[in-house]
Nanobody, 121 residues
């Protein structure tokens, strides 16, 4: 297991951008798949994006594909979510996740504390 600290949320207008970061502990973090989920009040947690430990293969929620980009810098033990052309429906608490084995919407091993993203119209 790894420990995760996510950050970078904030308040932006529709059409704006934010970049989230997720710092993972330890050398072994580099063999974990990394991802992002989000949760809005009254809704269940929703998969947003994931990046394979190889740093090349990615997976996205259809509604964010083409607007969001997930990446990782293994030298810094950090994953990122670049969010462009944000929409009010993107408003949520975003959570970083790491998983040793699972790549995709059922990732669950380790979670960040969450960072709030609010998009105004």
């Amino acid at each position: 297991q790894v420990q995760l600290v996510d950050a970078g949320g904030g308040l932006v207008q529709a059409g704006g951008s934010l970049r989230l970061s997720c710092a993972a502990s330890g050398r072994t973090a580099n063999i974990y798949h990394m991802g992002w989920f989000r949760q809005s009040p009254g809704k269940e947690r929703e998969f947003v994006a994931a990046i394979h430990w190889n740093g090349r293969t990615t997976n996205y929620l259809e509604s964010v594909r083409g607007r969001f980009t997930i990446s990782r810098d293994n030298a810094k033990y950090t994953a990122y979510l670049q969010m462009n052309r944000l929409k009010p429906e993107d408003t949520a608490v975003y959570y970083c996740v790491a998983d040793r084995n699972v790549f995709g919407p059922t990732m669950r091993d380790s979670w960040g504390q969450g960072t709030q993203v609010t998009v105004s119209s």
